[in-house]
């Protein structure tokens, strides 16, 4: 199919690859597969989580993975390679990176300079990516939890992505990230995290320090306060973080977006 040619609207897209239930999952998983060959003959590999080991299943336990993205074959099981996240330049550029790219042995291909992809080792690229040349999807979702969702050229000796990537980087990236976000919600049983937890602006900016390693002293000189007040302002937030102890604290800070680095 000619780029650029579709039967149908991106609303409808969108509608097919949602998911609202468990159930949902095969055939949102099964539309998203069709989707990205009938836009760029483009295979998919979805990570909903590059921190965990866990890989992605339907209602009935199947990986999708192999079962509705054909990665099966000997060579092609990244999804059953824990190291993967570790080792494989693609969920790394994912950590450092929010917006869709194309990547292969030359380089991380950006709309926007990133300087810490271009620091990442791309040394031996096909054997640790498993690919020749993907467009991903980085998808930073609530929590500090990072999925990403890597397309694929159908030709594995493809090493050019960009005319794909110039045609469907945004609708691809939108299906990707209403896919694993709507995936993440339905399969998330467990609260690790207060619902409606609002921090002070005094408690975050005590957090905001502590999270560069400045004691309750330091902080209390840099911000013309008490020790004792410093201290009531981090361990006020701990309680309302349920936090056991300052690093949890901090570390429930951040997933909740209140220790965003400054530009």
């Known amino acids: 199919m000619a780029l650029g040619s579709f039967r149908v609207s991106l609303s409808e897209d969108i509608a097919r690859i949602s998911i609202t239930d468990f159930a949902d999952v095969r055939r949102a998983a099964e539309n998203l597969r069709d989707i990205a060959w009938e836009r760029g003959q483009l295979r998919v590999a979805p990570w909903d989580n590059i921190a965990s080991k866990a890989p992605m299943i339907d209602a009935d336990g199947a990986v999708?993975?192999?079962e509705i993205f054909g990665w099966d074959a000997p060579h092609e099981r990244w999804w059953a390679d824990t190291r993967l996240a570790l080792s494989s330049p693609l969920p790394r550029a994912c950590r450092y990176e929010s917006e869709t790219f194309w990547v292969n042995a030359q380089g991380f291909h950006t709309r926007q300079p990133n300087r810490y992809l271009d620091a990442i080792d791309l040394a031996n690229f096909e054997k640790r990516a498993l690919?020749?040349?993907?467009i991903v999807t980085p998808i930073h979702l609530p929590f500090g939890q990072i999925g990403a969702v890597s397309f694929n050229a159908s030709d594995?000796?493809?090493?050019?992505?960009?005319q794909e990537f110039a045609a469907h980087a945004d609708i691809l990236g939108l299906l990707?990230?209403?896919?694993v976000a709507g995936y993440v919600k339905v399969i998330r049983t467990r609260h690790w995290l207060p619902s409606d937890c609002q921090l002070t602006k005094r408690e975050v900016e005590c957090l905001r320090w502590a999270s560069i390693g400045k004691t309750d002293k330091e902080i209390s000189l840099?911000?013309?306060?008490?020790?004792?007040t410093v201290r009531f302002h981090i361990q006020n937030a701990g309680e309302k973080l349920d936090a056991v102890n300052r690093s949890q604290t901090i570390f429930k800070a951040a997933q909740l977006g209140y220790l965003g680095f400054a530009a």
């Open 64 to 66: 999708l993975a192999a």
């Open 131 to 134: 690919t020749k040349a993907a």
């Open 156 to 162: 594995p000796e493809r090493t050019d992505l960009s």
């Open 176 to 179: 990707a990230y209403r896919f």
């Open 222 to 228: 840099i911000l013309s306060r008490s020790h004792a």
